[in-house]
């Protein structure tokens, strides 16, 4: 077990992660024989060893914490703990001290073992003199190291603040959390650099000899624009603050620095909870696409070997590919591989894209993010080797530089190319779902170069809490009996995939104003659904009839027929005489949209839906709405979803009752109300 991980499992209450995540690498304080290892915090010293082979070397990682290194015990004591006090030494007048797992037990044999010890009642190491191992019933001391009298504790340290020196440059007091982390407060920049990074190095002054520092979300493009804004920038792989002196807004197209903070030497700070895992890659070229995705290559006479490489899920995908533009970094046109494992192997699929929507017949033809052998190209990508460990997926695999599929870009070797990236989940049926992580930049990279290039650094993971998810909703109110439906973004891990813990297609149903909200319907009654998701079969990304079935992922038009058959279809679809399912609830679009230049990664930024809500322009054809009514009865399951036609994974439930008296009885907390932020919208759907 790492000692990352060792730290991780111990600490996992609230009041502690957030202190440890200030907390583990290298510090130039004096820590004798250990000073050239791993940074763990303040090095107190070796357990001084009297009886049962105690041993191990003793760190203060907090105020509140010892780490513990390579720690033995025999196990022999009959009534033996962890054993802590304020006497000069250690004897009777002390407190049990409890283990690595928070348990009072006597201690069992240790062997060569780190771990994390908190004392207990919120006490500090600075109000105790001695940590021991100790035996209550003999009154002996087996081992035990001292506190010196002096002691300071690793904590937070405030630093300066960023000069202004231009582009409006300027933050708070940063803080260094711990070895690796930095929080600036209040930081604005106006994004208007040409090429402009977080950028850090060694010297007196910022300069063009420095590297790149993932933002606050990991990624390695040129900044946004911030506005007062509090963020926490991890240093990238092994780097830590010690390993700095400066911290830049550095623009590498002027080579012009816009502002910069310089870090202090020998800071008494925590060390780093992130666990650092070193990853060597065996093409000679490497390229660091984000914090958590590198890809590699080499060319060998008209073929070029790939090999992907990312901090993912098990079940996440990886893409990479050449540009649908010869000028820009663009999605639509490009040609990529997408690349996973399942519990058996690797895949690597060669996909087309001609639309930023699930691969769907448009009038007979297959468009979207479409595999290249159903729109009738070939597979183009031989797959070599592929691997998880350590949380890393590993997949290499080759292809030509130019293919004998028309639809294949080709890889130049005489210029530069435009690339393309993401890594996100994979749906039910092992298609890309909407990617998580995409760049918003031009990516170029040169794949023949005269030396080797090599910008990739260690994969880091840290602990972190997820984000509280959105407000859900439920209609429970039995005086509505008309719902308007249209659509609009599914929002990030707070929205669509939070709320019902699956894929997300990009778009989500929004019913009277609220997305995906859960409907409370009674049988016997009788509700209208005012559709307006789009009525233009042409159209690969805005056409979702609403329909009614007992499958909770949708987009029954791309389903097997095989598939089709377990499905019962309760609502929105008829079906013509050679047994094709026909959709029945096509209405004109209404969508609400992100305003121009919006970042949708910035998604979860929003702390509930109202405001993201209001944040979005809505847009809708000036036509009826097409009309779905529905009467439930004692045939329907007591579970149904409301559903897009043709994409999956954009609706949620609908709970059929016999009565609504359990649900005013407490059965369901919360119910529908129309608010004021929803009136206009409402105003302009009402016909």
């Not at 769907?360 to 070939?378: A, E, F």
């Not at 797959?383 to 350590?390: G, I």
């Amino acid at each position: 077990m790492t000692l990352s991980s060792v730290l991780c499992l111990r600490l996992q209450c609230k009041f502690l992660l957030p202190l440890l995540l200030l907390l583990l690498t290298p510090l130039a304080l004096a820590q004798d024989d250990e000073e050239d290892g791993p940074y763990r915090g303040q090095y107190l010293g070796k357990l001084n060893s009297y009886h049962h082979q105690v041993s191990g070397d003793v760190y203060a990682v907090n105020e509140y914490t010892f780490l513990i290194v390579g720690f033995n015990y025999d196990g022999n004591g009959a009534d033996t703990f962890f054993w802590s006090g304020a006497s000069n030494r250690p004897g009777p007048q002390g407190f049990i001290v409890p283990d690595e797992y928070g348990k009072t037990n006597i201690l069992d044999r240790y062997h060569n073992k780190d771990f994390t010890l908190t004392l207990p009642d919120k006490k500090k190491i600075t109000e105790i003199k001695w940590l021991a191992v100790y035996d209550l019933s003999s009154q002996n001391n087996f081992g035990d190291v001292y506190i010196p009298e002096e002691f300071e504790p690793p904590r937070t340290q405030v630093g300066g603040t960023f000069s202004k020196r231009s582009h409006n440059v300027s933050s708070s007091t940063i803080e260094i959390l711990d070895s690796k982390t930095i929080r600036i407060k209040d930081f604005t920049y106006d994004g208007r650099g040409k090429r402009t990074f977080f950028w850090t190095g060694v010297g007196a002054q910022p300069s063009s000899r420095g590297s790149k520092l993932p933002d606050e979300r990991g990624y390695l493009d040129p900044i946004r624009k911030y506005n007062k804004e509090t963020i926490e920038l991890e240093l990238p792989g092994d780097k830590t603050i010690f390993d700095i002196d400066w911290i830049s807004i550095y623009d590498v197209a002027d080579n012009e620095n816009y502002g910069h903070v310089l870090i202090n030497e020998r800071l008494n700070v925590p060390p780093s909870l992130v666990k650092i895992t070193p990853f060597e890659f065996s093409l000679p070229n490497c390229r660091q696409l984000h914090k958590d995705l590198q890809v590699s290559w080499e060319v060998f006479g008209p073929q070029i070997t790939f090999q992907l490489s990312g901090q993912v899920a098990a079940n996440d995908y990886m893409s990479f590919g050449i540009s649908g533009s010869d000028t820009s970094s663009q999605m639509i046109g490009s040609d990529v591989v997408v690349a996973y494992m399942d519990n058996i192997r690797g895949y690597t699929v060669d996909y087309n894209i001609t639309s930023l929507a699930p691969c769907v017949q448009v009038l007979g033809q297959n468009k979207g993010v479409c595999r290249d052998d159903v729109v009738g190209g070939l597979d183009s990508f031989q797959l070599n080797t592929y691997s998880r460990k350590d949380g890393i997926n590993t997949i290499s695999f080759r292809r030509l530089l130019k293919s004998s599929d028309d639809g294949d870009k080709e890889i130049f070797l005489d210029r530069s190319n435009y690339v393309v990236w993401a890594f996100g989940q994979l749906d039910s049926n092992n298609e890309p779902a909407f990617h998580t992580h995409y760049p918003k930049s031009d990516i170029i990279i040169d794949f023949n170069t005269t030396e080797p290039v090599n910008d990739c650094f260690a994969f880091t993971k840290s602990m972190e809490a997820p984000a509280p998810l959105w407000e859900r909703t439920r209609i429970t109110d039995a005086t509505v009996r008309s719902f308007n439906a249209y659509l609009g973004p599914s929002g990030g891990l707070r929205g669509y995939q939070g709320l019902t813990n699956h894929v997300s297609s990009g778009l989500a149903w929004y019913i009277n104003g609220y997305m995906i909200p859960e409907l409370y319907l009674k049988r016997g009654l009788t509700y209208t659904f005012k559709v307006r998701g789009g009525n233009n079969p042409h159209s690969p990304e805005h056409y979702h009839p609403l329909v009614i079935t007992d499958d909770p992922q949708g987009g029954y038009d791309r389903l097997s027929d095989a598939k089709q058959s377990e499905i019962r279809v309760l609502a929105g679809v008829e079906f013509t005489r050679r047994g094709r399912p026909k959709p029945t609830a096509a209405g004109p679009l209404c969508l609400s949209r992100y305003p121009p230049n919006y970042d949708r990664r910035l998604d979860d930024n929003f702390p509930t839906f109202k405001k993201f809500n209001r944040s979005l322009i809505t847009e809708c054809v000036d036509e009826p709405p097409a009309l779905l009514e529905i009467t439930p009865n004692i045939t329907w399951p007591d579970t149904v979803y409301y559903n897009s036609f043709t994409h999956g994974n954009m609706g949620w439930k609908i709970h059929i009752v016999d009565s609504y008296t359990n649900l005013r009885n407490g059965g369901v907390s919360l119910s529908w109300s129309l608010t004021i932020f929803l009136l206009p919208l409402y105003s302009v759907l009402q016909y």
